[in-house]
């Protein structure tokens, strides 16, 4: 039988070396920050805490006016927190009683609702009687919370759910396990280093405030295991034509036949291209090309304030249909089939108007694929409720005088939206437990933005979330154009993902109904791994109908789930109009190799230029 190791003795002389070069490397930090730090610019005022505490002030007054309902809610949360005592009580006691009372089941009642919930995944949670408690008794009174703010019928819906979004993110704020006293697997750690694992932690803070230049940058992977070109986006490839806007690039054919279709992606201009080509064994790109697909990709540029007058226009005519015409061009053909993802998904529905409006033709393009695409902005999710016609007003001068928006206030939001995962999963990690994060190709992409011209970020949040114009006939217009999305009959299929929390799938449903020819697929996960879903690693699963229905709800009703990746159903699908694999497109003149310059420009770069 061996024997239990011992802990070891705490060096004090240790800790006190640690903390000297800590403090060595604070004074200079702290200098730095009094000197460059300025208020983050954020999208809009989604963590106006000033705001938030006004309309917490004005629901508390209201939801006391009705004493009787707050009453009711208040005794309903007591009986259940008197539940959650009772049980474990039981437990600490090993009372058995396998004659409880049916309604003596909220504390499993709430297990199985957050079952899933990755925040409480140490044993520690379960095993532990004391943890247990203080993780029911978190999720009954987070539960209780959110659900006051359904009473909240005084405000109209955009504030009620503004109310609401505050609410999740003061709920998710206070979880225990965001605290190092009440989170067990910090406490373990602490007990085994003898506490060096918070001075590793507090180093990690440090470091992380000096790569913000005195704003928190929260390190979310390993930024030195990756290397554009070499570790990601590896697949070869020529860059072939390039302007001002974007960079062509055609790979070269893995196939001895290729499709006589070529097919040309426009990824969004808000991240860069290579989410499609992480690693070849999760690279869209490098499966299109082994399925047969000559495939043509827009690297779009990182735009500093020389393109802050461009806008979705311009985007357009000097980035889409200049890619047409190259690939047309190299090709030989005279259609191309398109995949637009995100808001180039939304670029390429904006294209198809334009063109039918002024030529009454589209044939260029012989079917259009949308990944994640809001064309029905309504019900576009967390993000339409903190943007309004006030808030664009803020900050205009400053936008307007740097020519565009910062990559990092668009990346800060979209982290906000989902900020269990984004934000204090890394507190935990990276401060408390003292760990380095975990070098994930794809967070090192999410950190990798782009920023947004002047013109286009206006035009984006005023005439598509704010009025709603894409999907209001001859309201939006466009280069000399009135568009009609309901006017043009390419073949369109929608690839949307149940939890995207960017592009809801049911507001892109509802974009997909308002087109005259299109089908829609429904992936499991989010807006990139609901997409980026190779049919090797056989996750997620989709839903599948041939018709669309008059609601998504229904739509979901009548769907068919298939286990694995939704790539090979939209290879079926767009086989129909890829002609035969009879031509062999090789890239003809190189600029440069794959991936090119372009995808290289970090955000800190142009801003280091400006």
Not at 92 to 97: D, E, G, S, T
Not at 353 to 382: C, E, M, P, V
Not at 557 to 574: F, M, R, V
């Given at each position: 039988m061996t024997k239990p190791e011992q802990e070891q003795p705490i060096d004090p002389m240790h800790y006190i070396h640690l903390w000297q070069n800590v403090l060595k490397e604070t004074t200079p930090l702290l200098q730095d920050y009094m000197t460059h730090f300025q208020p983050p610019e954020l999208l809009s005022n989604a963590v106006d805490f000033e705001d938030f505490a006004t309309m917490l002030s004005e629901f508390w007054g209201e939801l006391l006016q009705n004493p009787d309902r707050f009453y009711e809610m208040q005794q309903q949360y007591w009986q259940d927190f008197g539940k959650i005592w009772q049980e474990s009580a039981e437990r600490?006691?090993?009372?058995?009683?396998e004659a409880k009372d049916k309604n003596l089941s909220t504390a499993q009642d709430l297990i199985n609702e957050h079952r899933n919930d990755r925040r409480f995944k140490d044993p520690a949670w379960e095993e532990s009687i004391l943890f247990d408690f203080i993780k029911k008794s978190y999720f009954l009174t987070a539960d209780w919370l959110l659900h006051l703010t359904d009473e909240a019928d005084h405000l109209d819906d955009k504030l009620k759910k503004r109310l609401q979004f505050y609410m999740r993110q003061y709920a998710d704020a206070i979880a225990p396990s965001n605290f190092p006293l009440t989170n067990p697997e910090v406490l373990k750690k602490t007990l085994e280093t003898g506490g060096e694992n918070l001075i590793h932690g507090y180093q990690n803070l440090l470091k992380d405030i000096k790569r913000g230049h005195g704003k928190l940058k929260i390190s979310t992977t390993d930024a030195d295991a990756f290397e554009i070109g070499r570790n990601i986006a590896t697949t070869p490839g020529e860059v072939v034509f390039e302007n001002e806007l974007f960079q062509l690039i055609h790979y070269h054919p893995t196939t001895e036949k290729q499709f006589e279709t070529p097919l040309l992606i426009a990824p969004p201009f808000i991240n860069k291209f290579y989410i499609l080509d992480l690693k070849e064994e999760n690279s869209f790109v490098k499966w299109a090309l082994d399925n047969g697909h000559s495939v043509f990709l827009i690297s779009w540029v990182n735009p500093d304030k020389d393109l802050s007058g461009y806008s979705f226009g311009d985007y357009m005519e000097r980035g889409l249909l200049v890619a047409l015409d190259e690939v047309e061009k190299r090709s030989g053909q005279k259609q191309t089939n398109v995949i637009g993802y995100c808001i180039g998904?939304?670029?390429?529905?904006?294209?198809?108007?334009?063109?039918?409006?002024?030529?009454?033709?589209?044939?260029?393009?012989?079917?259009?694929?949308?990944?994640?695409?809001?064309?029905?902005?309504?019900?576009?999710?967390?993000?339409?409720?903190?943007?309004d016609p006030e808030s664009l007003e803020e900050g205009v001068d400053t936008l307007n005088e740097r020519g565009y928006l910062k990559a990092e206030a668009l990346h800060q939001t979209f982290a906000l939206l989902r900020a269990n995962d984004m934000i204090w999963s890394f507190i935990i990690n990276n401060y408390m437990l003292g760990k380095e994060p975990f070098p994930f190709d794809l967070l090192y992409w999410n950190d990798d933005p782009t920023n947004l011209p002047a013109e286009l970020y206006h035009e984006y949040l005023k005439k598509m979330y704010v009025q709603n114009e894409l999907c209001q006939k001859n309201k939006l217009h466009i280069k000399g154009q009135k568009l009609d999305i309901t006017s043009f009959k390419t073949p369109c299929h929608f690839i949307s993902a149940k939890d995207d929390h960017i592009a809801p799938w049911v507001a892109t449903y509802n974009g997909a109904k308002k087109l005259q020819n299109a089908t829609f697929t429904l992936s499991g996960s989010g807006h990139i791994a609901g997409i980026i879903n190779p049919p090797t690693k056989t996750k997620y699963g989709y839903w599948r109908a041939d018709k669309l229905a008059d609601?998504?709800?229904?739509?979901?009703?009548?769907?068919?789930?298939?286990?694995?990746?939704?790539?090979?159903?939209?290879?079926?699908?767009?086989?129909?109009?890829?002609?035969?694999?009879?031509?062999?497109?090789?890239?003809?003149?190189?600029?440069?190799?794959?991936?090119?310059?372009?995808?290289?420009?970090?955000?800190?770069?142009v801003e280091k230029i400006d």
């Open positions: 600490f006691f090993n009372i058995a009683n998904g939304t670029l390429l529905s904006i294209t198809l108007s334009w063109l039918q409006a002024k030529y009454n033709d589209t044939s260029r393009i012989k079917s259009a694929t949308f990944f994640t695409t809001l064309i029905d902005f309504r019900d576009s999710g967390d993000l339409n409720v903190f943007i609601t998504a709800e229904d739509w979901m009703l009548n769907a068919t789930h298939k286990e694995g990746s939704w790539w090979p159903q939209w290879q079926e699908w767009i086989a129909q109009y890829t002609g035969a694999q009879n031509a062999l497109y090789k890239p003809n003149g190189s600029i440069e190799k794959a991936p090119g310059r372009y995808v290289k420009i970090r955000y800190e770069d």
